[in-house]
């Protein structure tokens, strides 16, 4: 069956459809990961986004459950070269096909996804509709498309309901705001208890658990929609318990404090973005999904400094603050999948909490 990918700037891609046979309109967003796109598709920062993936064959080693990094996947529509029909690999336990139709899913496959990469990097990011009615009306359709916004995706994302993960050693509570599975299992591969919270639980009730450390979590959207959970983020700062953020959690920690955010032309999504420790001079192969990032010079530096920096584009990828015991990546170092170069700051935090006991 034909499908169509119509953006908001007029162009349309022609393709096959895959997935789930229903319209949708959502913003298109590209990611440059080779592999680990099932764990794109479960990472719920990708919530009110449809998935660009640039890699041109997709599907070649099939689903393995083992490596969701959440209970479902979170985009609203998926965007491929070629579509692997055939899986090659003894984990495989279903074909993307499948996962898609399952879980509701609209996508298309055979599109010149090079070209419409270039077009996103050029114009930037744009809203677009998936469908497969041929007989779509171009100027009724694109007034929809502009109209579109993402909203308060943290909410859809978030768990329902706090969840408590044993361990024995420090106490940590880790707000989820989208969170991927692999930060939890990242700490608890570091002996620790962690105690995940829905994103609106206020700073009073984490903080009258007497956690070791706090974790902020990545998350979809942009962080200036998360009013009520920036305020009480400034609680848990004000605490001076330890922090140690990601991503959103980055975001929010910095207009927290009274720091801005701006979005990205295109943002930076894939698993091969470099970061430079300003610290050390080292440089880290990241993991990366996000449209905005912190203006550094928002924050004095009596509040926070830089710690890390994007290489490519010279923006800001992580703050050290200066009065609390608090650090923040815009990156990943949990990755799955992607480069474990950054894991070591999991370390950093639990020296933070008092070191290794």
Known sequence: MKAFLILEDGHVFEGISIGAVREVISEIVFNTSMTGYLEVLTDPSYAGQAVVMTYPLIGNYGICFDDMESAKPWPDGYIVRELSRMASNFRCEGTIQDFLEKHDIPGIAGVDTRALTRLLREKGTMNGMITTDASYDLDA???????????????????????????????????????????????????????????????????????????????????KSCGAVIQEIRGLYESGTPVFAICLGHQLMALAVGGDTHKLKYGHRGGNHPVKDLKTG??????????????????????????????????????KYTQKPVFTVQFHPEACPGPADSACLFDRFIEMMGGNR
């Open 282 to 319: 080292r440089v880290y192969i990241s993991s990366q999904n996000h449209g905005y990032v912190v203006d550094t010079e928002s924050i004095g530096g009596q509040i926070a400094s830089a710690a890390f920096v994007n290489v490519n584009d010279g923006t800001n990828e992580g703050l």
């Open 141 to 223: 359709v694109l007034p929809k498309l502009k109209a579109y916004t993402v909203g308060n995706v943290v909410e859809k994302v978030t768990c329902k309901e706090k969840v408590v993960l044993p361990g024995n050693g420090y106490k940590v509570a880790l707000l989820d705001l989208g969170a991927k599975d692999n930060i939890a299992r990242s700490l608890q591969e570091r002996g620790c208890e962690v105690t995940i919270y829905p994103a609106h639980t206020s700073a009073e009730e984490i903080l009258g658990a007497e956690p070791d450390g706090i974790m902020l979590s990545n998350g979809p959207g942009d962080p």
